[in-house]
């Protein structure tokens, strides 16, 4: 079985995680996996947003046992660290909204999995799980970057160092989801989110989560400079253009629509096609 599936739902990619044996744990397999599937999304023009889960009793379960006890030379880490880096990032900056439903346990890695989502959704039975230090490692898949800017170093902090476990109604109440729905509705809710993204203006979206990733690490004086060139960027596209029509209207916008005008859409799938 795939350790990924992918399948569609109009503008909607549903990414599952599906080895449920190994309570999707971030095995070599898993990663290449979800590699792939993310760098094929950021470039599919026909998606406008992606909601990501997990199938049976876990997101993510974090790390591979067997991985970290025989490939844990300097080198080997590096590498495979290295490239970690690669894919998450691709998630991080993905080019459209990214709705992930937490379905379970959220451990170490899998917790970093699922802060890489612009809106993350928990089930009743969600189990946010820091996990690291019970192992006497770092934090890592993005957990030191994402969870700070989400709710604060010093709750970040106090989460990480005491290996604190948060169910879904926690983590809402502390900021890293926003909202729980009962287990056999977080798909349907997460994939109803996802639907109400890739009905927006996804460009300028996509623009703004760009810009927003640099919020923290930049002055005031670059922050309206990068406000400065988007929005003379996105000003000049046809969502604007739409969105400004259907509001002069009294219309609700179709931005689908408008995204089907811009040159960049159709040279992407002349491209695909091969013409």
Not at 89 to 116: D, E, H, S
Not at 217 to 228: G, H, I, K, R, Y
Not at 241 to 247: N, P, R, V
């Amino acid at each position: 079985m795939q350790p990924v599936t992918v399948t569609r739902d109009g503008a909607v990619a549903i990414v599952r995680l599906t080895n449920d044996e190994n309570r999707n744990s971030m095995t070599q397999v898993m990663r290449e996996a979800v590699a792939t599937v993310f760098a094929d999304l950021d470039a599919d023009v026909d998606c406008r947003a992606v909601y990501l889960t997990g199938s049976g009793r876990s997101f993510c379960a974090g790390g591979d046992l067997p991985m970290l006890k025989n490939e844990i030379d300097p080198w080997s880490t590096h590498s495979r660290f290295n490239r970690t880096a690669q894919w998450l990032t691709t998630m991080i900056r993905l080019r459209k909204p990214l709705v992930v439903g937490v379905n379970g346990f959220a451990v170490g890695g899998g917790f970093g999995l699922a802060l890489t989502g612009d809106v993350i959704l928990a089930s009743e039975s969600a189990r946010f799980m820091a996990g690291f230090f019970r192992l006497g490692v770092l934090p890592d898949i993005g957990v030191m970057y994402n969870l700070p800017r989400l709710i604060g170093m010093a709750r970040a902090k106090t989460f990480i160092f005491e290996n604190a476990t948060w169910t879904g109604r926690q983590a809402v109440e502390n900021g890293i989801a926003a909202a729980v729905f009962a287990d056999e509705q977080l798909d349907i809710e997460g994939i109803k989110r996802a639907h109400q993204l890739a009905d927006g203006p996804v460009e300028a979206i996509g623009l703004a989560k760009w810009l927003m990733g640099r919020t923290f690490e930049s002055s005031l004086d670059d922050m309206m400079a990068f406000e400065n060139l988007g929005q003379s960027l996105v000003f000049t596209s046809q969502s604007f253009q739409e969105g400004l029509s259907a509001l002069s209207a009294r219309r609700a916008p179709d931005f689908k629509a408008a995204s089907e005008k811009e040159t960049f859409v159709k040279n992407a799938r002349r491209r695909r096609s091969g013409q």
